[in-house]
């Protein structure tokens, strides 16, 4: 079992920076950020191999979103600048352990329990 804790959601304007953590109890072969917004399905935004790298993007984030990890401290992050009002949703971390691409929800294995980012016009 993985436990994965997510925090730095919040409220920020349009234009504005927020940065997600995401604590795992382990480390994991893929993990990756999730958003949800209300009357939505969940969808990928980004996702990273803990090993090579290797970033993926959503094309409504490329350029302004940046995903990130610390294998050390078993840590991942997503920098998100330029926020939208669009990009309000509750953001999920999620983890897959073996080889696999975890950019796609039903390869997910651990799911952490949400942040909520609300952006303002």
């Known amino acids: 079992q993985v436990q994965l804790v997510e925090s730095g959601g919040g409220s920020v304007q349009a234009g504005g920076s927020l940065r997600l953590s995401c604590v795992a109890s382990?480390?994991?072969?893929?993990m990756a950020w999730f958003r949800q917004a209300p009357g939505k399905e969940r969808e990928a935004v980004a996702r990273?191999?803990?090993?090579?790298?290797?970033?993926r993007y959503a094309d409504s984030v490329k350029g302004r979103f940046t995903i990130s990890r610390d294998n050390f401290r078993n840590t991942l992050y997503l920098q998100m600048n330029s926020l939208k009002p669009e990009d309000t949703a509750t953001y999920y971390c999620?983890?897959?352990?073996?080889?696999?691409?975890?950019?796609?929800?039903?390869?997910?294995?651990?799911w952490g329990q949400g942040t909520q980012v609300t952006v303002s016009s």
């Open positions: 382990r480390l994991n072969y893929c």
């Open positions: 990273i191999l803990t090993g090579s790298g290797n970033p």
């Open positions: 999620a983890a897959r352990q073996t080889v696999g691409d975890c950019y796609y929800s039903d390869r997910v294995d651990y």
